[in-house]
């Protein structure tokens, strides 16, 4: 790729005349394939779009970097405005997820009955799965994930139990580019250097020059910010783009470590990447 372009249609902050949700969306021109990255918590991303002048039915792909609500109940939005592009799901993912919050479990998933009722319109992706022009989705590594996810509070449905999240139902967008790579990797649950060594190890290259999507670190303290930092530090990233789920404390700590390394996004920002 030649080109790339973000815009990001709903987060849970706005620019002036934009709105904003707790969600992700973002809309990627990668030369002359559009590709739509989850659809946020609702139809506000299509509402967005209008007001930046975008017709969802030229999307040709959409991706869903997870199976969590945040990121997919705009999915039945976006097939009615666009009648012919598939979804791509990892394979998998079920109507599952859930959160520990207040004492009790909440369900966190895809919304109920869409998998069935889109199935059509989905389609499940294994592996390290190769999109046109030079892009992958790739899964996180198989691994023991359950610290983080009982640190994070993300569980998955097993009957009458819950375990916790595997994290199998996530995946990154991997664009190759005359810079390197770029990942876009929505919330970043099992943290970045964790998504930059499954990419490493998927794809034998670490030439990762931009990072995309929220980096979910509300929990981390300062020194495991910091120790994050150094790591980023020594890595190929150059630019880092964040918002979502990264949370006020951490992107500040960041970005007084990193400077222009790092941006923030919110509704309606747009950023030419290369």
Not at 14 to 29: H, Q, V, Y
Not at 75 to 96: H, M, Q, V, W, Y
């Amino acid at each position: 790729m030649n080109h790339l372009k973000m815009t990001v249609l709903v987060d849970n902050t706005a620019k002036p005349l934009f709105l904003c949700e707790w969600g992700l969306s973002i809309l990627i021109d990668a030369d002359d394939t559009r590709i739509l990255l989850d659809t946020g918590s609702s139809g506000m991303f299509a509402e967005n779009a209008k007001q930046l002048g975008i017709d969802l039915a030229s999307v040709r792909i959409g991706v869903l970097s997870h199976a969590h609500y945040d990121h997919s109940d705009g999915l039945d939005t976006f097939f009615s405005l666009n009648e012919t592009s598939p979804f791509l799901i990892r394979a998998g993912s079920e109507e599952d997820c859930f959160g520990f919050k207040d004492g009790a479990m909440e369900y966190i998933g895809i919304r109920k009955g869409f998998l069935q009722r889109f199935h059509d319109r989905i389609q499940y992706v294994s592996g390290n799965f190769e999109l046109a022009g030079g892009s992958w989705l790739v899964p996180h590594r198989p691994a023991d994930y359950s610290a983080i996810a009982q640190r994070n509070d993300l569980y998955l449905q097993r009957g009458k139990a819950y375990i916790p999240d595997s994290f199998s139902h996530e995946q990154s967008l991997v664009i190759d580019t005359a810079a390197g790579l770029a990942v876009f990797s929505s919330c970043s649950h099992t943290g970045m250097t964790n998504i930059l060594e499954d990419i490493r190890l998927a794809l034998g290259r670490d030439d990762i020059f931009a990072y995309i999507g929220g980096l979910h670190l509300y929990k981390l303290t300062d020194p495991e910010l910091d120790d994050l930092c150094d790591e980023i530090e020594q890595s190929a990233v150059a630019r880092i783009f964040t918002g979502h789920c990264t949370g006020d404390h951490a992107y500040q700590y960041l970005k007084d470590r990193l400077g222009d390394r790092i941006v923030q996004f919110s509704s309606g920002f747009i950023h030419e990447i290369l």
